[in-house]
């Protein structure tokens, strides 16, 4: 990269206030440092109740691209945390095989639409189902992230080629 | 049966005690890898009844349960469903700070999961 690409990437940064940007492989190693990194900047914050949303949202993000990550080994992994007039924006990033995202959009439009009180109620009855759940998560990250956010998530798929799908989720607190 | 797990950053201190009976789980729950760190309470108790009875004591105290620990936490619950069922009384303290509105919530979420335990939520300043 040059300096002058340096330049207009730092300018792009500043002028959207972005805290914390992350590209390349997410580890659960990096998580816990990044976590650490968030909580002592929280910790700043006056709002406790709103600096324990944010928190939960970050984690469960960031556990959702080390979890459903179709190439760890890549770098395909971002994480992007915003702060602008008091609204924290966090997105999560990561690639996915195409055949997978049928099930994530469908859950997806299903969280979008509905509200707080949908959400808890669809939140409780995964609880019920959680130890059902393959894999090292339990099915509710989403809704969590859904849960504690203060407007409704939103995401975008985009085609990578005939096997890939660029995803990112993105979560207003 | 006696069980002591120290907190670390991102797992809870456990307490398993048998006089009076009482299980603590206190701090951050993110482990690495959750049903290796929950694997040993939770055999413990899915043989509760059979080891010990009387009333139980569950107290929590927590800050921060990522939704991967909530299957373990639910399968805790599910222990201490069976033990009540066995003829014992299982009192759940869950313990939130007044600025947490995600533990708090959380509390009630697996008060209405398990409504044959005597469960009360008790907020903290």
Known sequence: ?173 | MNIHLDATDRTPKISLITDPLTLTIAGESFPEDVSSFYGQIITTLSSLSSTVKGPLTFELEMIYINSSSIKAFYRIFECLEDYRKAGNIVNVIWKASDDDDIMQELGEDFKDRFQDLLFSIIQEG
């Open chain 1, 1 to 173: 990269m040059e300096l002058s690409q340096a330049t207009l990437l730092r300018n792009t940064l500043r002028s959207h206030n972005v805290i914390m940007a992350y590209n390349g492989v997410v580890s659960d190693d990096l998580m816990v440092s990044l976590a650490g990194l968030l909580k002592t900047r929280l910790l700043a914050n006056k709002d406790a109740k709103r600096s324990k949303l944010i928190f939960a949202v970050f984690m469960e993000g960031v556990q959702n691209l080390i979890w459903h990550g179709e190439k760890q080994e890549e770098n395909y992994g971002m994480i992007l945390i915003t702060e602008i007039n008091d609204e924290v924006v966090i997105m999560c990033g990561n690639r996915v095989s195409r055949e997978k995202t049928h099930d994530l959009r469908e859950r997806l439009n299903q969280i979008k639409g509905a509200d707080k009180e949908t959400i808890r109620q669809l939140y409780r009855e995964g609880m019920s189902q959680a130890s059902d759940h393959e894999g090292p998560g339990s099915g509710l990250g989403l809704l969590e992230i859904a849960r504690r956010s203060s407007h409704p998530i939103s995401y975008s798929f985009e085609d990578v080629d005939s096997e890939n799908v660029d995803f990112i989720l993105s979560a207003t607190i």
